[in-house]
T-cell receptor
Framework: SQQGEEDPQALSIQEGENATMNCSYK?????LQWYRQNSGRGLVHLIL?????REKHSGRLRVTLDTSKKSSSLLITASRAADTASYFC???????????FGGGTRLMVKP | SQTIHQWPATLVQPVGSPLSLECTVE??????LYWYRQAAGRGLQLLFY??????ISSEVPQNLSASRPQDRQFILSSKKLLLSDSGFYLC?????????FGSGTRLTVV
């Protein structure tokens, strides 16, 4: 079973708008990670947030973590057409040090 | 620098035929290695992982097997493919906290 579940499953926005994706998980974690997957390609690591952190930034990415609600959000600001991809959250608490991935959010940014 | 290679990129195989997908990692030693499968438009399902040569753990009972004959080589195999084996197969390794993925193999069983 999947530890993380992303919401929404699909998101379509215009270039320049912000995109917010949410992830919920079930068990305690050490850290939560976000990955990006371009169509037909492997996943690329974007950002990691530890369980004792509440917010983290990397360029146009902002990740928040609420361990009391077992949820995280990924915000992409000022989106670009090149941000079109699927985004996955992954957690490490369900199966030891191994990562368990959610079902992903498919983001489409229209130029 | 560390790199991960996965091949082939695409594969079309008839039902009942054998399968061998290969993944190699360069620039590191004793990596943890993983095989994932991704159905169309879905998340990743962990199939196998390995923490060392000859050490394979299976997460899901299935028609597939994995082997690690060398430290940086991870092979996914099947003796007889089923239609349900179709999917996108991804190899990954971890230097620590996060995973680095190969470019994937698109397998279509016909």
């Amino acid at each position: 079973s999947q530890q993380g579940e992303e919401d929404p499953q699909a998101l379509s926005i215009q270039e320049g708008e912000n995109a917010t994706m949410n992830c919920s998980y079930k068990t305690s974690i050490n850290n939560l990670q976000w990955y990006r997957q371009n169509s037909g390609r492997g996943l690329v690591h974007l950002i990691l947030i530890r369980s004792n952190e509440r917010e983290k930034h990397s360029g146009r990415l902002r990740v928040t973590l609420d361990t009391s609600k077992k949820s995280s959000s990924l915000l992409i600001t000022a989106s670009r057409a090149a941000d079109t991809a699927s985004y996955f959250c992954a957690t490490d608490g369900y199966a030891g040090n191994m990562l368990t991935f959610g079902g992903g959010t498919r983001l489409m940014v229209k130029p | 620098s560390q790199t991960i290679h996965q091949w082939p990129a695409t594969l079309v195989q008839p039902v009942g035929s054998p399968l061998s997908l290969e993944c190699t990692v360069e620039g590191t030693s004793n990596p943890n290695l993983y095989w994932y499968r991704q159905a169309a438009g879905r998340g990743l399902q962990l199939l196998f992982y390995s923490v060392g040569i000859g050490q394979i753990s299976s997460e899901v009972p299935q028609n597939l097997s994995a082997s690690r004959p060398q430290d940086r080589q991870f092979i996914l195999s099947s003796k007889k493919l089923l239609l349900s084996d179709s999917g996108f197969y991804l190899c990954a390794w971890t230097p620590g906290l996060f995973y680095t993925f190969g470019s994937g193999t698109r397998l279509t069983v016909v």
